[in-house]
């Protein structure tokens, strides 16, 4: 069965800090992942990462994944309390139906 | 170009009573797809569809729930004699294509909010 496992499932720093959020998958026929970030309404789009090794960046985050080692990583540096949200990993694959596999999420709290 | 557009955003029901979640994807879009989040949970697959097809809905409860994409309107989740167990937000999300250059993006909708009394 197809499965996202994220880490940790709750983080508290403060204002600056540098954060890493981890995610770990295992999955048939994988074709992308994808991170989202969910505040108290709509997830919207962060990343969507398919190659091993190739960084993607937007500002203060970034995120990269492993295709050999089955995880990405979302980094936020100089953290502010607008990056305070649920940092959902999700993963494409299992045959072509298009669905999205999501982990249980993390929730960052960055406090001023 | 509006987004994915959910109604009711927050809905009561109580125990028995059915509740009708209505989901109108973004322009062009023509793949619907309905997840559920509970409290402190991730977002859990329930169905897949496209104009008047269910592609999988493994996620899907076997009884109580069903989904429709009419040729015509919104998609729609329906949940029957509904439980205090289906509390919970309920996410529509739609994409363009499941081509193979799709490599997975959707587009999420601001949810459904049950509570069932």
Not at chain 1, 48 to 73: H, N, V, Y
Not at chain 2, 24 to 41: A, D, I, N, T
Request: aromatic share 8%; charged share 25%; glycine share 8%.
């Amino acid at each position: 069965e197809d499965k996202v496992v994220q880490s940790p499932l709750s983080l508290v720093v403060h204002e600056g800090d540098t954060v890493t959020l981890n995610c770990s998958y295992e999955v048939t026929n994988f074709r992308s992942l994808l991170w989202y970030k969910q505040e108290k309404k709509a997830p919207t789009f962060l990343f969507m990462l398919t190659s091993s090794g190739i960084e993607k960046k937007s500002g203060r985050l970034s995120s990269i994944l492993d295709k050999k080692e089955l995880f990405s990583i979302l980094n936020i540096t100089a953290t502010q309390t607008g990056d305070s949200a649920i940092y959902l990993c999700a993963v494409h694959g299992s045959g072509n139906t298009g669905k999205l596999i999501f982990g249980q999420g993390t929730t960052l709290q960055v406090k001023p | 170009n509006a987004g994915v557009m959910q109604n009711p955003r927050h809905l009561v029901r109580r125990r028995g009573q059915e509740a009708r979640l209505r989901c109108s994807p973004m322009k062009g879009h023509s793949h619907v797809y309905w997840y559920r989040q509970l409290p402190e949970e991730g977002l859990k697959f329930m169905v897949y569809l496209q104009k008047e097809n269910i592609i999988d809905e493994s996620g899907m409860p076997k009884e109580r729930f069903s989904a429709e994409f009419p040729k015509e309107g919104p998609s729609i989740l329906r949940i029957q004699q509904v439980v205090r167990g289906d509390s919970a937000a309920y996410f529509c999300a739609s994409s363009r294509t499941r081509d193979r250059t799709n490599t997975g993006e959707l587009f999420f909708g601001e949810g459904s909010r049950l509570t069932v009394l």
